[in-house]
């Protein structure tokens, strides 16, 4: 009932910089926190970044002061913007929504990811 569909990934230059989107669409009342979280290869899935529907942000400590998260509530669409980029953030970066798609049911959904590869 709820689609999320990432775009803007691709390959940079480390110290270069990358902003990725996800829009939130379908069947839902509304969307509350939203998140980017990355895998690399080998690793597990860790958060990078979340943001409340009242603009509260939390990061992980490895991209604090370079990643900013914001949200437009009225597009349902979450940015990640990523400066100083460096090979270790190369992952998959997958974009996560909690939704209300009834009066009393909630659903965590995930987009399809976006691959993001910080390589001279």
């Known amino acids: 009932q709820v689609q999320l569909v990432e775009s803007g990934g691709g390959l940079v230059q480390p110290g270069g910089s990358l902003r990725l989107s996800c829009a939130a669409s379908?069947?839902?009342?509304?969307?509350?926190?939203m998140g980017w979280y990355r895998q690399a290869p080998g690793k597990q899935r860790e958060l990078v970044a979340t943001?409340?529907?009242?603009?509260?942000?939390n990061y992980a400590d490895s991209v604090k002061g370079r990643f900013t998260i914001s949200r437009d509530n009225a597009k349902n669409t979450v940015y990640l913007q990523m400066n100083s980029l460096k090979p270790e953030d190369t992952a998959e970066y997958y974009c996560?929504?909690?939704?209300?798609?009834?009066?009393?049911?909630?659903?965590?959904?995930w987009g399809q990811g976006t691959q993001v590869t910080v390589s001279s």
């Open positions: 996560n929504a909690e939704a209300r798609i009834t009066i009393a049911t909630m659903t965590q959904n």
């Open positions: 379908g069947s839902f009342f509304s969307i509350y926190a």
């Open positions: 943001i409340t529907s009242g603009g509260y942000t």
